[in-house]
Antibody, heavy 113, light 107 residues
Framework: QVQLQQSGAELAKPGSSVKISCKASGYTFTSYDISWIKQTTGQGLEYIGYINTGSGGTYYNEKFKGKATLTVDKSSSTAFMQLSSLTPEDTAVYYC??????WGQGTLVTVSS | DIQMTQSPASLSASLGETVSIECLAS??????LAWYQQKPGKSPQLLIYYASSLQDGVPSRFSGSESGTQYSLEINSLQPEDEGDYFCQQSYKFPLTFGSGTKLEIK
């Protein structure tokens, strides 16, 4: 069965970066894009962007350009999202998803000094 | 960006009742609308796709409909396990956008 397993929670300091992973299993990894979504209590769900797992091509929501960087390692069927120059506003649960039906379990990123 | 205006923000209903949740798109999204349920601490689960298609394994008491740019999720015969948050999402145009969510409480 299709599964997306995300890396664990992160506690990061303002100004630093974090890299979240999303390991896919149960299907041909390079046949589907992986999307990333941010969820906060205040802003709800926001679409960050997606990566074409075959070509490595990316799309970023304008709001997240310069904040998020999406990459992929085909050899391990894993997608990554790096968040840079972290601020407290980046504190959120981040999901990877193979739209529409398959979502990872979420990764909590907390930005605090 | 396409705005998805979801209502109500919350509702409380009794077991066995029928409830409806609405999403209004700021422009035509040509039925590219999905509904999700989310329980606390869990990821969203797809209920309905393409406005009215029921995802495999989802009970038939969930249904979706559309009228112009207004989309609705109806839940019949409410069960205790239906308590949670519900979101709509348009996939017609990037960036994909979500409704603000509806918190459903079962009395």
């Amino acid at each position: 069965q299709v599964q997306l397993q995300q890396s664990g929670a992160e506690l990061a300091k303002p100004g630093s970066s974090v890299k979240i992973s999303c390991k896919a299993s149960g299907y041909t990894f390079t046949s589907y894009d992986i999307s990333w979504i941010k969820q906060t209590t205040g802003q709800g769900l926001e679409y960050i962007g997606y990566i074409n797992t075959g070509s490595g091509g990316t799309y970023y929501n304008e709001k997240f350009k310069g904040k998020a960087t999406l990459t992929v390692d085909k050899s391990s069927s894993t997608a990554f999202m790096q968040l840079s120059s972290l601020t407290p506003e980046d504190t959120a649960v981040y999901y990877c998803a193979r739209f529409l039906a398959y979502w990872g379990q979420g990764t909590l990123v907390t930005v605090s000094s | 960006d396409i705005q998805m205006t979801q209502s109500p923000a919350s509702l409380s209903a009794s077991l066995g009742e029928t409830v409806s949740i609405e999403c209004l798109a700021s422009e035509d999204i040509y039925s590219n609308l999905a509904w999700y349920q989310q329980k606390p601490g869990k990821s969203p689960q797809l209920l309905i796709y393409y406005a009215s298609s029921l995802q495999d394994g989802v009970p038939s008491r969930f249904s979706g409909s559309e009228s112009g740019t207004q989309y609705s999720l109806e839940i019949n015969s409410l069960q205790p396990e239906d308590e949670g948050d519900y979101f709509c999402q348009q996939s017609y145009k990037f960036p994909l956008t979500f409704g603000s969510g509806t918190k459903l409480e079962i009395k």
